[in-house]
């Protein structure tokens, strides 16, 4: 069964800030434990990954997944779809990254997740364990993106 989700957050950067780390697939394995490798098979007409190759650690296992990127603006938007898996069945997701409307300069983070695995696990182990990996996802994309943001900051002036 496909489990939906979606979680919010503000990070002290603009929208674009979180955009250029989102998309920067290949550093993915510097600021996220999970992801162990992660390659750019084809990019599309403006640069960004098109289709992207990932290899995780998963609940003591490794597994290989290659994922079909979209790209929408006001607000960004950067949307998954699964191609292919060797753990998972269904892995669909977003993040929309919109100016905050009561804080200038931080931006809400909109992300939701549809996920399936391809081996069956109890739906309160199942939970427990999205609940961690969303929350964790959040955390560490934050602390990247603030991190980045920074640097940039301290660049200019």
């Given at each position: ?8 957050m503000?990070?002290n950067a ?6 250029d780390?989102?998309v920067?697939f290949e550093?993915?394995?510097q600021?996220?434990?999970d992801?162990?490798?992660a ?10 990954g ?11 296992r490794s597994?290989?997944?290659?994922l079909?990127?979209f ?5 960004l938007?950067v949307?998954?779809r ?8 269904h ?9 905050s ?6 931006t809400l983070i909109?992300?939701?997740?549809a996920a399936?695995?391809?081996v069956?696990v ?6 427990r364990?999205?609940s961690?990996i ?8 934050r ?5 980045v943001?920074?640097?940039?900051a301290?660049?200019?002036?």
């Amino acid at each position: 069964m496909v489990e939906f989700s979606t979680r919010r957050m503000l990070v002290n950067a603009s929208p674009s800030d979180c955009f250029d780390v989102v998309v920067d697939f290949e550093q993915y394995p510097q600021w996220v434990p999970d992801i162990k490798e992660a390659r750019v098979l084809r990019r599309d007409d403006s640069g960004a990954g098109g289709l992207v190759a990932f290899r995780a650690a998963a609940m003591g296992r490794s597994v290989t997944y290659t994922l079909k990127y979209f790209y929408g603006s006001n607000p960004l938007r950067v949307a998954w779809r699964l191609v292919e898996g060797d753990q998972v069945r269904h892995l669909d997701g977003e993040y929309e990254l919109a100016p905050s409307a009561d804080d200038e300069g931080k931006t809400l983070i909109t992300y939701s997740l549809a996920a399936e695995l391809a081996v069956a696990v109890p739906g309160f182990v199942k939970r427990r364990a999205e609940s961690r990996i969303m929350q964790a996802a959040l955390d560490q994309l934050r602390r990247r993106i603030e991190s980045v943001s920074a640097e940039r900051a301290q660049r200019r002036g």
